[in-house]
């Protein structure tokens, strides 16, 4: 089943998938800063307390080690959103003052020694989350140095709080931006198309009986080669039609010209009694009906010399020489009806071209055919082949009347007849002559001027490679 396709949706996809992509991206990158942001500003607010106590505690512990006073513990550790809880550990980690419960952890080696280093980690109290700092310290009492560490714990409701908040102000406004975007877009695109959309109920109001230019004013210039590509095409299917209706209204009428004869001669016959009256209708009928069948045969030929009909033909390798040869021996009979010595003067050497046997068949009898129509009783046809400038080279000569040089450029329009015509054909042949020549890509080349005895036709075809 064939998926229908919209332009529309597929330029506002290409446009809205890389977007969101962008957005996401960004959302991303924003999420992680604030994020790394908020958490670096609650540890070093923590790390704060706990230097604060610190300090606190080397005070009250200048003689002897005792624990902070309540009253700062609660000053200090008081938070409307939090719990907060301290220890007092010594160098071994042991707990001495405080709430057991807020562990410790020791940092590495390398983490001490980096001077901005913080040891903060992650920890739960009572099944609560907190966020824990521990800061070494070091206390003299009584000449003795030692080493305590102070751990300060934090319920994490306010960083959370915080950062919902963050995620909520970033995905709000990229969102607005998303929707704003797509808006946008949509709008873009439909505007951007409306051409194509205008382009299209013009090409809809069209027939083969209106072919009429599409207007180029006012559209893209990309729609603007689009529509010149499309008036082209029209002007030479107009063109195409045009020359079918001329073709049916001219073969109508070389059709009917022999049929009316053909009926006044019967008309005739019927309305008299007399035998030898009747025999000349007869011999009359005779004549039309094979005109008739002349006309019938030439139209066939011309319709297969169509470029449609042509474009199914194939070429083969096929020697001119002894082909011109059966051809002209085909002709034979036609010419000796009007005394006309038709016969070959040309090379003898195998000279090969790709061509279509059947519609070279059709070339070379016409050319003949033609050449017997305009050629006196007792006349001389004389075919030839041979190579010149690279090009193998046919040549149809007769001693007829001549063309004249201003209607030389006609007689390859269908159904044209010179004026010095008085015989029976329909004016088709050379036109068939032209379509085949073009189809083998040869060129025609004409020598006759009416002062002149004779006509000569070149034909040159490209000499098969070998």
Known sequence: MKKDLSTKKLIFQWILIPMVVIILIDSSF???QGDKLRQETFDKDLADTAKTLAVIFKKSSAKEIRDIDRNTISLLLSEPHDEMFYSIR?????????NPKVAYQEAGSEDRADKDFLNVFFDEID???VRVVSIP?????QNKTATFHIQVAETRNQRQEIQRQIIFWIVIPQLILLISAMI???FAVTKGLSPILFLNEKISSLSYKNLTPIDVQGVPKEVDRLVGSLNKLMQELNLSVQSQ?????DAAHQLRTPLAGILAQIELALDTKDAAEIQKRLENINESSKRLIHIINQLLSLSKSQSDALHHAELQPLDLVPFTKKVTSIMLPAADLKHIDLGYEGSEAALYIMADEARLYDLIHNLIDNAIKYTADYGKITLAVELKDNKVRLTVEDNGVGIPKENQTMIYERFYRGDNVNNAGAGVG??????????HQATIEIDSRNNKEGTRFYIDFDLMKS
């Open 137 to 141: 310290i070091e206390h003299a009492i």
């Open 127 to 129: 099944g609560k989350s």
């Open 245 to 249: 209706n001329r073709f049916v209204s």
């Open 430 to 439: 050379l036109s068939i002559v032209k379509d085949i020549a073009d189809f």
């Open 90 to 98: 010594d160098n071994k980690g042991q707990f001495i003052f405080g």
């Open 30 to 32: 924003l999420f992680y």
């Open 184 to 186: 946008l877009v949509r």
